[in-house]
């Protein structure tokens, strides 16, 4: 089934044109026209979301399962045409598009299940003691509560998990909040589909018209324009440091600050202990490789870095890794800008004396080709750059002398969202000694595997402290991600009557 977009915007139910366009560059298939978003769309639909909160916040849970049940359901019923119009502006494989379709309409339905149980509410009570001394106490109880609309930057990586009805949006609106959402340019007609979907399971639900709005992007006053709305009460963002972060501080710079939840990226570091690299370098080098390279390297959890204990089973791994990246063919990058970045990171490495290659190629276009190099700890630790994500499949080797220096390193580095130790039984003493670092510095830390791939469920984690995101209590991925879209109320001597319906039977 084929989608040709109408490159317009939905705004609280109705399908906008606007007069300036800009023109989509898919890796293959035909070019679209799209609007250009503006400051004005944006306030029309952020005083929308607003007059929807105050019904749709306060519905019931079964009422939002029911509508995030419904997105699932016109999202697979678009499945053919969502897979089409992705790879076309993409380039991703309709494998990879009909797995991530697979992961979006799987967590609006696990968040529909959250819901519906009601543990995420947190309730708590503390009845009354009339009778303690020397005062007594009143009944107090607490539940967590929707905090207002909320935005959405839709994701480069990932035109369906992270962006349009992504885990940000599934979120927010399992938690009460309407949304608004920023499309990303790089796939605007994939973002209109699944637009589409929301309006047509607003339209069965019967919820009202401002609870989602969909505004493409194409200038950057339209992401300043979301992000200091006063009545946008969050930000939920995946996409770089830089953009990250300038989004950041227009939050903070607010007459009424608001929380910025930023995924902006992570280098991944993986420590092989001595006796897993003895036992299995060549295994690591490949899964390495293969891990690396998934996806042309445009996972947020790639692992960019290795860290080896220098000497012989070093060179099997490094020499396994590079006869497995020599297999690899060119691959289509999601954008021109992400791979011209890519070219630009692969030429700051060829740049740098503290480097190594182990094996380099030369990416054209829109196509990418793996890198690897080498360096010690002790040029790590001296060159701040060696630890800055490059996205795509670009990888370090960094060799040290001991396991006490790969502790000193695992310390030397920022903020992750993912740490990975390798280890056989023999190493437990020396993962014993990484675990609280490496605890500290991501926000998931793995043994035995590679991070590529985020599962979505309860106990996940995708997270972690500056710079890997800009709030280390938060996840953008999991059922624990509805706790940044919500806030605790106490009531205090309440009666039942005026109590909020999910707190009244406590």
């Given at each position: 089934?084929?989608?040709t977009?109408h490159?317009?915007?939905l705004?609280?139910?109705e ?7 800009f023109?989509?560059e898919?890796?293959?298939g035909?070019?679209?026209e799209?609007?250009?978003g503006?400051p ?7 005083e929308a979301?607003e ?5 749709f ?7 939002r399962a029911?509508?995030?049940d ?5 999202i697979?019923?678009r ?6 119009i992705g790879?076309?502006e993409?380039?991703?494989?309709e494998a990879r598009l009909?797995?991530e379709?697979?992961r979006?309409?799987g967590?609006?339905r ?6 519906r149980?009601?543990?995420y509410?947190d309730?708590?009570?503390?009845p009354a003691?009339?009778d303690r001394?020397?005062l007594?106490?009143?009944d107090?109880r ?8 909320v935005?959405v930057f839709?994701a480069s990586n990932?035109?369906?998990?992270f ?5 940000d949006?599934a979120?927010?609106l ?6 608004v ?5 790089a796939?605007?007609?994939?973002g209109?589909?699944?637009a589409e979907?929301i ?14 709005s969909?505004?493409q992007?194409?200038?950057?006053d339209?992401?300043t324009a979301l ?8 930000v ?5 440091l830089?953009g990250g972060?300038a989004?950041f501080?227009?939050?903070a710079?607010?007459?009424e ?7 902006l990226g992570?280098?991944?570091?993986m420590?092989?202990?001595p006796e ?7 295994d690591l080098g490949r899964?390495?490789a293969?891990s690396l ?7 947020c959890?790639?692992p960019?870095?290795s860290v080896?204990l220098?000497g ?6 490094t020499?396994?890794a590079?006869?497995a990246?020599?297999?690899v063919?060119p691959?289509?990058?999601?954008t021109p800008?992400?791979?011209r ?9 060829d740049?740098?004396?503290s480097?190594k290659?182990?094996?380099?190629t030369?990416?054209d276009?829109?196509?990418a080709s793996?890198n690897?190099?080498?360096t010690?700890g002790?040029?790590y ?6 630890g800055e994500?490059?996205?795509?499949p670009?990888?370090l080797i960094?060799?040290?002398?001991s396991?006490?220096e790969m ?5 030397g580095?920022?903020?992750q969202?993912?740490?990975t130790?390798h280890?056989?039984?023999g ?9 609280p670092i490496l ?7 793995l043994v035995?595997?590679?991070?590529t791939g985020v599962?979505v469920?309860d106990a996940m984690?995708?997270g972690g402290p500056?710079?890997a ?11 624990l991600?509805?706790r ?8 205090q001597n ?5 109590l909020?319906?999910d707190l009244?039977?406590?």
């Amino acid at each position: 089934m084929s989608f040709t977009p109408h490159g317009k915007h939905l705004i609280a139910g109705e399908w906008i044109a606007s007069e300036q366009r800009f023109t989509s560059e898919p890796a293959h298939g035909p070019a679209h026209e799209f609007g250009i978003g503006t400051p004005d769309l944006v306030a029309r639909a952020c005083e929308a979301a607003e007059e929807a909160f105050w019904s749709f916040g306060y519905s019931t849970r079964e009422t939002r399962a029911a509508f995030l049940d419904a997105i699932a359901d016109e999202i697979e019923a678009r499945a053919e045409a969502i897979t089409d119009i992705g790879t076309q502006e993409t380039g991703l494989p309709e494998a990879r598009l009909q797995g991530e379709r697979g992961r979006t309409t799987g967590q609006l339905r696990l968040f529909a299940d959250h819901i519906r149980k009601g543990d995420y509410l947190d309730r708590r009570v503390d009845p009354a003691l009339p009778d303690r001394q020397p005062l007594p106490r009143p009944d107090i109880r607490l539940i967590e509560r929707p905090i207002g609309p909320v935005a959405v930057f839709g994701a480069s990586n990932f035109p369906l998990a992270f962006s349009t009805a992504g885990g940000d949006t599934a979120a927010a609106l399992a938690a009460g909040c309407p949304v608004v959402v920023k499309g990303h340019s790089a796939h605007p007609g994939t973002g209109e589909i699944v637009a589409e979907a929301i309006h047509a399971a607003i339209g069965k639900t019967g919820m009202p018209k401002g609870v989602f709005s969909l505004i493409q992007g194409g200038r950057r006053d339209v992401g300043t324009a979301l992000v200091q709305h006063p009545l946008i009460k969050a930000v939920g963002f995946t996409g770089s440091l830089a953009g990250g972060r300038a989004l950041f501080d227009l939050c903070a710079a607010r007459p009424e600050p608001i929380p910025f939840f930023g995924e902006l990226g992570s280098v991944n570091p993986m420590f092989l202990l001595p006796e897993a690299l003895k036992a299995r370098a060549e295994d690591l080098g490949r899964g390495w490789a293969g891990s690396l390279t998934m996806g042309a390297g445009q996972f947020c959890t790639n692992p960019g870095i290795s860290v080896v204990l220098e000497g012989l089973d070093a060179d099997r791994y490094t020499a396994a890794a590079k006869a497995a990246l020599e297999a690899v063919q060119p691959q289509t990058m999601l954008t021109p800008g992400i791979a011209r970045a890519y070219r630009d990171g692969k030429d700051r490495f060829d740049g740098r004396n503290s480097v190594k290659p182990i094996y380099t190629t030369d990416s054209d276009g829109r196509e990418a080709s793996p890198n690897i190099y080498q360096t010690t700890g002790a040029n790590y630790l001296q060159d701040h750059g060696l630890g800055e994500e490059v996205f795509g499949p670009l990888g370090l080797i960094v060799r040290v002398g001991s396991v006490d220096e790969m502790v000193a390193l695992a310390k030397g580095f920022e903020g992750q969202l993912t740490a990975t130790i390798h280890l056989e039984a023999g190493d437990l003493e020396d993962a014993r000694k990484l675990r609280p670092i490496l605890e500290r510095k991501a926000g998931r830390v793995l043994v035995n595997g590679f991070p590529t791939g985020v599962e979505v469920c309860d106990a996940m984690v995708h997270g972690g402290p500056y710079p890997a995101s800009t709030n280390f209590g938060a996840t953008s991925v999991g059922t624990l991600s509805i706790r940044r879209f919500l806030r605790p109320v106490s009531y205090q001597n309440f009666p039942a009557g005026l109590l909020p319906e999910d707190l009244a039977g406590s």
